[in-house]
């Protein structure tokens, strides 16, 4: 009987050791090539229309005169029936009977559009009337060869070439890559104005358009007018309205960081259309923004707010920080001192306050509480900084001492 009931009891405990059940990790894509692992829980919250972040991979197509886009894959199909095509799907073009004869340094002759590189590297394709604006953000013209299949040709330090798809373009130029072989000195064409005395249809951010003459689309842009709604949403996103609604690009210059952030997520969720040019390039600023903010903050977390208030008949201080760096954090430590409504310190941090098992996504906020003793007396602190952050792929940031 004994035995009987010590087998019983082996038994049970298998059971229960085969049926434990972990908690799986779901890999995320975002139309920048980024990835992310999130908890199971965590994925309707992150895959939410706006938030950018999709379950499957997205999906790099092709149009005949050369040009990508980057589409969610859903979107295919719709993209397919407008004349965009998987590039395995596309038929080889048959060979042709002499070689063809491709002008040095040509441009695609079909799209009329222009090749713009902005400060961090992101090279992307933008209709020619829309370079100027460009420029005024912080993008440059670039003027790459390419072939008569819209293939890009490349040379390296030796001056050999090696064509390639346009969206492999930025790995290779980070790599060292050049657009024209060394020594050569390329000619960028003078970007063409806007046709003239033309009646145009334009857009607003709220939502509204009008007609008005070509030659009035200066005036209207700088009030966050555009060609088309997004484009007038991305204006109004960077540049702000011409008045009091400042942009990013202002609120950035001015280190208003948290704010230019919210002003670029916000755009983030008016755009229309996944695959616009403008989710890639406003991707692009907020990548800026946060790599700003933490250079300014000497830490991967961005400072946003504090503030004091009662809980359960205690006095307690909350912070809230974001983000900033591409990993998730597990363990923040912050040091500070607590003054009163003098100024004068009234509690001295001896060591730091810390908050451990944390799940800080990247440009995600965190908010973190504790108690102090200096109750009704604490006005406002000083002297806060970040002494230690922990990631989850166990590596970890220490302030400088």
């Known amino acids: 009987m004994k035995k009987a ?10 059971l229960c050791i085969s049926t434990t059940v972990f908690a799986e990790k779901t890999t995320l894509y975002a139309l920048d090539g980024r990835t992310l692992l999130v908890d199971e829980n965590q994925i309707a919250v992150y895959t939410a229309e706006g938030m950018g972040w999709f379950l499957e991979k997205p999906v790099t197509m092709y149009s005949a005169d050369g040009r990508t886009i980057v589409v969610p894959a859903d979107r295919v199909e719709a993209q397919k029936a407008v004349g965009w095509f998987v590039k395995e799907e596309q038929p080889a073009p048959a060979p042709p009977t002499e070689a063809p004869q491709t002008p040095e ?15 961090d590297g992101t090279i992307i394709r933008v209709p020619e009337a829309h370079v100027p604006m460009y420029k005024t953000l912080g993008w440059e013209k670039v003027n790459p060869q390419f072939n008569q299949f819209g293939n890009v040709i490349i040379y390296n330090s030796e001056g050999d ?29 003078e970007t063409p104005s806007m046709p003239s005395g033309e009646n145009i249809t334009i857009y607003h951010y709220d939502g509204s358009k009008k007609e008005i003459n070509s030659n009035e689309y200066e005036t209207y842009k700088a009030k966050s007018w555009g060609l088309t709604y997004d484009e007038a949403v991305y204006i109004y996103a960077v540049l702000g309205d011409g008045g009091e609604n400042i942009g990013a690009n202002s609120l950035l210059e001015s280190k208003k ?5 919210r002003k670029i997520e916000d755009a983030l969720t008016k755009i229309e259309a996944g695959n616009s040019q403008y989710v890639q390039m406003l991707y692009s600023l907020r990548s800026n923004v946060l790599k700003t903010w933490e250079s300014a903050a000497n830490s991967p977390l961005g400072f946003i707010n504090y503030w004091f208030s009662d809980r359960n008949g205690k006095k307690v201080i909350t912070f809230e920080y974001r983000n900033l760096s591409d990993k998730n ?14 100024g004068e310190v009234i509690e001295t941090n001896a060591g730091y306050y810390y908050v451990n098992n944390l799940q800080l996504l990247p440009c995600s906020k965190a908010r973190v509480t504790w108690a102090i003793k200096s109750g009704d007396l604490a006005k406002n602190i000083k002297n806060l900084k970040v002494k230690e952050v922990r990631f989850a792929d166990g590596t970890s940031w220490k302030a400088a001492e």
């Open 5 to 14: 009931i010590i087998a019983m009891f082996c038994l049970i405990s298998l």
């Open 105 to 119: 340094n040509s441009q695609p002759t079909t799209t009329g559009d222009a090749v713009i590189k902005y400060t």
């Open 161 to 189: 070439s090696r064509e390639i798809l346009f969206d492999e373009v930025e790995k290779y130029i980070k790599e060292g890559w050049l657009f024209a072989a060394p020594g050569t000195e390329v000619e960028t064409p």
């Open 257 to 261: 960081y948290e704010l230019a952030y």
């Open 329 to 342: 954090i597990t363990y923040i430590g912050l040091d500070f001192d607590i003054c009163d409504g003098e």
